[in-house]
């Protein structure tokens, strides 16, 4: 009954930005922290002092991209990948701290092979974390479109 008019806007947000300033400089420092994995547990210092200066590094970086995100009272997708990002550099400080402390007991080979699963378990968890959260389409309902990832990453990378 009533007179109408509909509009549907289709809006694209140009992500170059995001991708250039934010997301790619994070990458960097968990990448960083990863590194503690490839050190020998004998050389706990090592590790202990990567895994301090990636945690450092990213609370100093969080800072100073505070001002480019913008406040929301949800999490946003980005929101999401700086968060599980977060957590990552802090298992791989976590990490460092217990097989250093396995190293001082003699429990050298339980060191190694914690050492061992993580070399992995974690770029694993970041792959995942940066095609699920970032790369992957989402539809109108905020869900994963699976069948839609190989488009996309083909997309990304012409």
Same mark, same amino acid.
């Given at each position: 009954?009533?007179?109408?008019?509909?509009?549907?806007?289709?809006?694209?947000?140009?992500?170059g930005y995001y991708w250039l300033h934010i997301i790619m400089p994070l990458i960097f420092i968990v990448m960083m922290s990863m590194m503690i994995f490839w050190i020998?547990?004998?050389?706990?210092?090592?590790?202990?002092? *990567?895994?301090?200066? !990636?945690? #450092? %590094?990213?609370?100093?970086?969080?800072?100073? =991209? /505070?001002?480019? *995100?913008?406040?929301? !009272?949800? #999490? %946003?997708?980005?929101?999401?990948?700086?968060? =599980? /990002?977060?957590?990552?550099?802090?298992?791989s400080l976590v990490h460092s701290l217990i097989t250093t402390k396995l190293a001082h007991i003699r429990k050298e080979k339980l060191a190694i092979k914690i050492d061992w699963i993580n070399r992995f378990l974690f770029p694993i968890i970041f792959a995942y974390t940066i095609i699920?959260?970032?790369?992957?389409?989402?539809?109108?309902?905020?869900?994963?479109?699976?069948?839609?990832?190989?488009?996309t990453l083909i997309k990304l990378f012409n």
């Open positions: 009954g009533y007179p109408a008019i509909n509009f549907t806007f289709t809006i694209k947000r140009k992500i020998p547990v004998q050389q706990s210092a090592v590790q202990i002092s *990567i895994s301090t200066t !990636s945690m #450092l %590094t990213l609370i100093a970086y969080r800072f100073a =991209i /505070s001002h480019a *995100i913008p406040p929301l !009272s949800y #999490l %946003t997708r980005l929101d999401n990948f700086i968060l =599980i /990002s977060t957590l990552l550099v802090f298992f699920y959260v970032l790369v992957l389409p989402r539809n109108a309902e905020n869900e994963a479109e699976w069948s839609l990832l190989i488009p």
